[in-house]
């Protein structure tokens, strides 16, 4: 097998020169064995640097390397050296991103359908019914390895984040919380008590952010937006589409949520955001108004004037010369006329 990603890099620093493009994310299709075989590590080191939005999904179908050798597929252990090196790029960088694996749910030798259950009990939050559950999934395991044991209930776990994992967002405390108990639901478990223990808080921790996002969804979703906008509102392609699609919701639902919780709608919100950065910038610098209107997100000029001038009564040039009560600098003065 010959392992090159050098094409592969070549591609996205490509899509990145494009005039226009900002982002290029991959979310999925990374063949991580094929990484680790590549000896040069540019193409990882990008990947985690330039084109991860916080969740990067992988396949590593199963955490029993019996099932996986009849899968055809690479043993367990390389899938955790490649979650080890992304780690420590997503350190080396900076940045809190998490591969999300995708698992399949049968295991061949072990007939624990009743473990599917978990996730059903975890989204009514009924703690008593989960430990029920756990319970009698593991007398199915009377005849097997506590080892086998142990990677099966890890890949239950793992399966139930899977199941839950469009209701976290990027920056959820909750789950790099559940990643690390999840990594200590390994082979270095003592006894049967402690790999119930383990896999219990990490069930308990689950379904209390199960029990948040229904109790607080729409609030949260609303003021996950709102603080978005706060912060993102200098891209021009920021609109109620995209953040009701990172919600999971219809546009026209999450719009009424919005609304609803911030007390104005999304386009009210996002016009009043940028006005104030612009009521900033003229106040503060000496930008002429066209790069205003862009460090603000609205690329049409002309349209930035006439919004303007409808919140202030007057255009940003009439605005920054009342503000700062002093003559503007010629050049920047004529621009400004030349624009307005």
Avoid at 132 to 159: I, K, R
Avoid at 236 to 241: A, Q, T, V
Avoid at 243 to 270: E, H, N, P, R, W
């Amino acid at each position: 097998m010959v392992a090159d990603h050098r094409d592969y890099v070549k591609l996205l620093r490509e899509l990145k020169d494009i005039p226009g493009v900002k982002k290029v994310f991959i979310r999925s299709g990374i063949r991580f064995d094929y990484v680790l075989a590549d000896k040069d590590q540019t193409f990882l080191s990008e990947l985690v640097k330039d084109h991860v939005s916080g969740q990067l999904r992988v396949a590593p179908e199963h955490v029993s390397n019996r099932v996986l050798s009849y899968m055809g597929k690479p043993r367990h252990e390389v899938y955790q050296e490649f979650i080890r090196r992304f780690d420590a790029c997503n350190k080396k960088t900076g940045k809190q991103q998490y591969a999300l694996p995708y698992f399949m749910s049968s295991h061949p030798g072990c007939d624990l359908e009743d473990a599917v259950e978990l996730a059903e009990h975890i989204r009514a939050n009924d703690l008593d019914a989960c430990s029920h559950e756990f319970d009698l999934a593991l007398s199915y395991m009377s005849n097997v390895s506590f080892n086998t044991a142990v990677a099966y209930f890890n890949h239950v776990m793992m399966s139930l984040l899977d199941d839950f994992s469009t209701t976290f967002t990027d920056d959820d405390t909750a789950y790099p919380i559940l990643m690390d108990k999840l990594n200590k639901i390994d082979r270095q478990l003592p006894n049967v008590y402690m790999l119930r223990k383990r896999c219990m808080e990490f069930i308990t921790i689950l379904a209390h952010h199960q029990s948040i996002n229904r109790k607080y969804g729409n609030e949260l979703a609303a003021d996950a937006a709102k603080e978005y906008i706060d912060k993102n509102y200098a891209n021009p392609d920021l609109s109620l589409k995209m953040l009701a699609g990172m919600a999971g919701l219809s546009s026209a639902y999450f719009g009424k949520i919005f609304a609803t919780q911030i007390g104005y709608s999304f386009s009210d919100y996002l016009s009043n955001t940028r006005m104030k950065k612009a009521e900033q910038l003229l106040r503060e610098t000496k930008l002429p108004i066209n790069q205003i209107s862009e460090a603000i997100g609205i690329v049409n000029t002309n349209y930035f004037y006439s919004i303007f001038k409808k919140k202030y009564g007057m255009t940003p040039l009439a605005y920054r010369r009342a503000r700062s009560g002093e003559a503007e600098d010629t050049k920047f003065e004529e621009q400004d006329e030349t624009t307005e």
